[in-house]
């Protein structure tokens, strides 16, 4: 990469999260001060370790969680040795040296990697920052080694679990920490039954007391996870290689296929030590960042500062602003003098804020709790001479933002202490808002604080919560920013003013969904080409066209002239593509009942075309996985079972219980209602996949709750309709749409809430989302009170979607539809940014 015209040479050994933002604060202060090389041991850009389970549960690509694309880097005249370790600090020759990792090395092994033949790199410098970060602790457990046992760390570690996983049915995860959870929670959606193991009395004990781990162990027990504490494992067994089973200090051993390590994480300091810097736990560091040797400073989790090592982001930012003030002399003075520790997180899905103490050991002190088991919440405040010195809230976190903001500040708190709890939360008004220091930190997750965001609303005239993360990432995390964000926004600018193309329906087509709607309608454009030619100038746009497709499909139903260039390869084949080429297929078992005439002509079909793995569906139905392309009409017609649409966005499955038939529990025939819902709206096209389920009690057997849509049989014969639930990456309860008294009025209020969800959901949205945008108390009024006079409507567009139904596997009878669809393997792109040398 080419060099700008700039002074001293500064080296920074490590590329994540630490020494990346303390470049970027230099950067900011003086673009000009240095000649930056930077050494990263993974072979790629810089990304945000803090979503890896977002990428382990696939609701994020890793190309999603890059913070700095690689082309920031040439841009700013830095030279990246991704892919390069560096092992020694030559402070006699002042130089820098690094070694390429092959792919079979650890980027963070203690030792270094052998010669056998890879490139050294030696570079010059004149200062260095050294930001190694951490690595996985693991714990003396016998076996470890070998295939099955993983730390999860790096997005290598994500991909070799998601593809181990494919072969197991159970996974353990030692370690009930942050990491850990978030590792089992990645897990959760590869279909293996995960246990949490944890040393510790209770789970998070960094975060939370005995009474909210308890609260929280309830709650990831209720997600079908099963948590053990004060579990110290000792031995992996293994029978030919393989993880057989975990054996424990105490107790049953415990049988497993695969074994996620995730048991807290200790500072990389080998470098140091082999340079003869100072090292303790960590690299010891003064108040602006220095080693013992004046010309080497560093940052991050590899440092011990005033004796304390840090494993949040929180302090990492702080480290940065001040490390790159003294090194640009923007403040030569400047010094850091520690972190007040308090964290904002989703764990599980379950919302917790922690900060400060968590229990308390002085007598003086007060401690106020609220507790409240069945909602999951649990809010306990620890205050000194009138300071609060400590909080957990978990489950309701409205007030976390001011109590952050009161605990760092070491603010005085009201004489009644409920007020901090129950009271009007300061960020409440624009005045509150107006009122908040600069420097108070609103992003947790990128270190932005409020001063930051009023500038770039100042100077570069950011209008919208998607502008101020473009220029600052704030809002970019784990999103509970957003809406301080946007109070800013008002505050600063008066009004939140959206970028147009934020709300286009697909980026292709300079319309919202509403405008795109009527203009489709209006011009009645029926095919993705029409729609190109007519309203977007000629110009197609490749990734638009399945959209599109799915958006036309609801609008003409029969009439859709389908072009099946414009499908995803899942939606032109009907069936799902998978990693080697090859299609699963799943035939529509309509409840989750089948017969024995059907399971034989099932097992037929898998022995016939040699079908490597049938596996059972969470959704109560049956995959046949492995097909090969050429030969799905065949399987399609000798199955004689409609399509159960497990490749597409639409209507899928309908999960039940037992209900009457069996259950001595049953109120209500959960069997029949989820049989008559996905007869009259399987395969119905949607903005993304609906996933339903009816319950014959509220014991919730069926995961109803937890459902797109689920239905719950109550007492008196009535049923109660949740819409907006959800239960993988995202795990949140449906709210409670309406309660009715038959099977009838449940048909006619699920077709409503379906279509308008059609009509008004943004492409690729799920339910969950569009139910918190637009509000359970708006649906209601919509749907049930009739406010906007449009139920009629709905109900008869549902009704025609549901008269053009056709079962795509009839396509057999006249296939192919056109001459290459079931010709030859499909080319499956594969994205990985990735850079093997600057």
């Keep these: 990469m080419s060099k700008m015209n700039r002074g001293k040479r500064l080296v920074v050994i490590g590329n994540g999260m630490a020494g990346a933002r303390v470049v970027e604060e230099i950067l900011k202060r003086d673009a000009k001060k240095f000649e930056i090389t930077m050494f990263g041991a993974e072979p790629y850009g810089n990304y945000n370790r803090i979503l890896l389970s977002n990428v382990l549960n696939g609701t994020e690509t890793p190309t999603d969680i890059f913070i700095n694309p690689l082309s920031w880097y040439e841009e700013n005249g830095i030279t990246l040795h991704a892919g390069v370790k560096a092992i020694e600090i030559d402070r006699e020759k002042k130089v820098v040296v690094g070694r390429s990792l092959n792919k079979n090395d650890s980027p963070y092994a203690a030792e270094n990697p052998p010669l056998n033949g890879a490139a050294t790199v030696e570079v010059p410098y004149d200062s260095v920052i050294i930001a190694t970060g951490s690595r996985p602790f693991v714990p003396p457990v016998e076996g470890y080694g070998g295939p099955g046992a993983f730390l999860f760390r790096t997005l290598d570690d994500c991909a070799q679990i998601e593809e181990y996983a494919k072969g197991c049915k159970k996974a353990a995860v030692i370690g009930g920490g ?210 609060l010195i400590g909080a957990i809230l978990l489950g309701d976190v409205q007030v976390g933002d001011t109590l952050m903001q009161t605990f760092k500040e070491e603010r005085k708190v009201s004489d009644n202490r409920s007020e901090l709890l129950f009271g009007v939360p300061e960020v409440s008004s624009l005045t509150d808002v107006l009122e908040m220091p600069d420097s108070l930190q609103i992003c947790n997750c990128n270190g932005v604080s409020k001063g930051e965001i009023r500038d770039r609303i100042r100077t570069e005239n950011c209008t919208s919560v998607a502008q101020i993360g473009k220029c600052t990432k704030a809002g970019t995390g784990c999103g509970s920013c957003k809406m301080v964000i946007a109070q800013l926004i008002r505050a600063y600018a008066g009004e939140i003013v959206s970028n147009p193309s934020e709300h286009y329906y697909v980026p292709g087509v300079p319309l919202e969904k509403s405008e795109l709607i009527a203009a489709i309608q209006e011009k009645g454009l029926k095919s993705v080409s029409a729609i190109f030619r007519k309203l977007a100038g000629g110009k197609e746009h490749a990734e638009s066209k399945a959209g599109l497709a799915s958006l036309l499909k609801s609008i003409w139903n029969e009439e859709y002239e389908d072009e099946r260039d414009a499908r995803f390869i899942n939606d032109r084949v009907h069936a799902n593509i998978q990693r080697n080429r090859t299609f699963s297929v799943v035939p529509r078992i309509y409840g989750g009942v089948t017969s024995a005439e059907e399971l034989i002509r099932i097992g037929t079909v898998a022995k016939k075309y040699k079908v490597p793995m049938v596996k059972i569906t969470g959704g109560q139905r049956i995959d046949l996985l492995g097909i090969q392309k050429e030969d799905l009409p065949k399987v399609w017609k000798e199955l004689g079972i409609p399509s159960g649409h497990a490749y597409t966005k639409a209507v899928r499955t309908v999960k039940s219980c037992v209900g009457t038939d069996f259950c001595r529990y049953g109120l209500g025939d959960s069997i029949r209602l989820a049989q008559e819902i996905e007869r009259r709206y399987q395969g119905i096209e949607s903005p993304h996949k609906i996933k339903m389920a009816t319950a014959g009690c509220p014991r919730n057997c069926s995961e109803a709750y937890v459902k797109d849509v689920g239905v719950v049989a109550i007492e008196g014969g009535k049923w109660e309709i949740y819409v907006g639930g959800a239960a993988g990456g995202t795990v949140r309860k449906g709210d409670l749409l309406c309660t009715v008294d038959t099977h009838e009025e449940v048909l006619k209020y699920v077709g409503r809430f379906i279509q308008y969800y059609r009509e008004h959901a943004k492409y690729m949205e799920r339910t969950y989302g569009f139910a918190e945008r637009i509000g359970i108390g708006q649906l209601k009024a919509v749907l049930i009170e009739d406010e906007l006079g449009i139920c009629n409507r709905l109900d008869t567009s549902i009704e025609a979607s549901v008269q053009s139904y056709k079962d795509p596997w009839r396509e057999e009878a006249d296939l192919p539809a056109d001459p290459a669809q079931f010709k030859g393997p499909e080319w499956i792109p594969v994205l990985k940014e990735a850079v093997h040398h600057g």
């Design 178 to 387: 942050l990491l850990g959870l978030e590792a089992a929670r990645g897990l959760m959606t590869h279909h293996v039954h995960v246990t949490v193991l944890e040393a510790a009395p209770q789970l998070m004990p960094a975060q939370l007391d005995a009474k909210g781990g308890r609260l929280l162990r309830s709650a990831i027990e209720a997600m079908g996870i099963a948590v053990f504490c004060g579990k110290i494992t000792t031995r992996i067994e293994r029978e030919n290689g393989l993880i057989q089973r975990l054996i424990f200090k105490e107790g049953e051993p415990l049988e497993t296929d695969m074994v996620v390590v995730s048991a807290g994480i200790r500072p990389v300091t080998e470098i140091a030590k082999a340079s003869g810097l100072t090292v303790e736990r960590g690299i010891v560091c003064n108040d602006q960042m220095r080693t013992n040797d004046p010309e080497i400073f560093a940052l991050g989790e590899c440092v011990e500062h005033r004796g304390q090592i840090y494993g949040l982001v929180g302090p990492i930012w702080e480290q940065a602003e001040v490390l790159a003030d003294v090194m640009t002399e923007a403040d030569p003075k400047a010094k850091y003098t520690g972190s007040k520790l308090g964290t904002k997180l989703k764990v599980m899905g379950v919302d917790l804020v922690s900060m400060g103490q968590t229990e308390s050991f002085d007598p003086a002190g007060e401690v106020v709790t609220y507790r409240e088991p069945k909602r999951g919440i649990y809010q306990k405040l620890l205050i000194r001479n009138d300071k």
